[in-house]
T-cell receptor, first 115, second 110 residues
Framework: DGGITQSPKYLFRKEGQNVTLSCEQN?????MYWYRQDPGQGLRLIYY???????QKGDIAEGYSVSREKKESFPLTVTSAQKNPTAFYLC??????????????FGPGTRLTVL | AQSVTQPDIHITVSEGASLELRCNYS??????LFWYVQSPGQGLQLLLK??????LVQGIKGFEAEFKRSQSSFNLRKPSVHWSDAAEYFC????????FGAGTQVVVTP
């Protein structure tokens, strides 16, 4: 079945550590996205990538980094510079470029908790 | 600035009753409009979308939405709610970047 997978489902991090969240898609989509979800705030865009080896900052990129070495994969690293990383992280993908009309498909999410 | 507003943070509805979730947008030109649903601890699933044409859009799970340009609204409706419809619902709009409302939590009572 085509879809988006995220791992792990739950992740615990000590303060000062970097952690990497995995996102893989087999939908053959060009564009991929990372969102952060906090209660009562909807989804906020962290980074997005339109093609391999290219990515753009979203609204809240500080303290995060990404790579896009393969079309299928778009890992997100939460660095120690992110002051409040505890949140639910969602990965998404869409066909073509990050254009208005392209529906985004979402993965099941990773819940990150800083201890 | 572009924005998407969902005025209701939380709605409680009885099973079998009708449901309407409100969504207003503020864009210079009409954006593409979407409704997503999220079950607890899960990702988002697209319910329906509006690009142009017929202003009443049918979606999955018995949901529909009506686009009203004069009111800058895109309200979601379901005639008869089932217990499985308890979830969080997000309205989203796009003129390049997808922007989400804050969400409406729907609780269904027996």
């Amino acid at each position: 079945d085509g879809g988006i997978t995220q791992s792990p489902k739950y992740l615990f991090r000590k303060e000062g550590q970097n952690v990497t969240l995995s996102c893989e898609q087999n939908l053959n989509h060009d564009a991929m996205y990372w969102y952060r979800q906090d209660p009562g705030q909807g989804l906020r865009l962290i980074y997005y990538s339109q093609i391999v080896n290219d990515f753009q900052k979203g609204d809240i990129a500080e303290g995060y980094s990404v790579s896009r070495e393969k079309k299928e994969s778009f890992p997100l690293t939460v660095t120690s510079a992110q002051k409040n990383p505890t949140a639910f992280y969602l990965c998404a993908s869409s066909m073509g470029l990050a254009q208005s009309y392209n529906e985004q498909f979402f993965g099941p999410g990773t819940r990150l908790t800083v201890l | 600035a572009q924005s998407v507003t969902q005025p209701d943070i939380h709605i409680t509805v009885s099973e079998g009753a009708s449901l309407e979730l409100r969504c207003n947008y503020s864009y210079g030109a009409t954006p593409y409009l979407f409704w997503y649903v999220q079950s607890p601890g899960q990702g988002l699933q697209l319910l329906l979308k509006y690009f142009s044409g017929d202003t009443l859009v049918q979606g999955i799970k018995g949901f529909e939405a009506e686009f009203k340009r004069s009111q800058s609204s895109f309200n979601l409706r379901k005639p008869s709610v089932h217990w499985s419809d308890a979830a969080e619902y997000f309205c989203a709009a796009s003129r390049g970047k997808l922007q989400f409302g804050a969400g409406t939590q729907v609780v269904v009572t027996p």
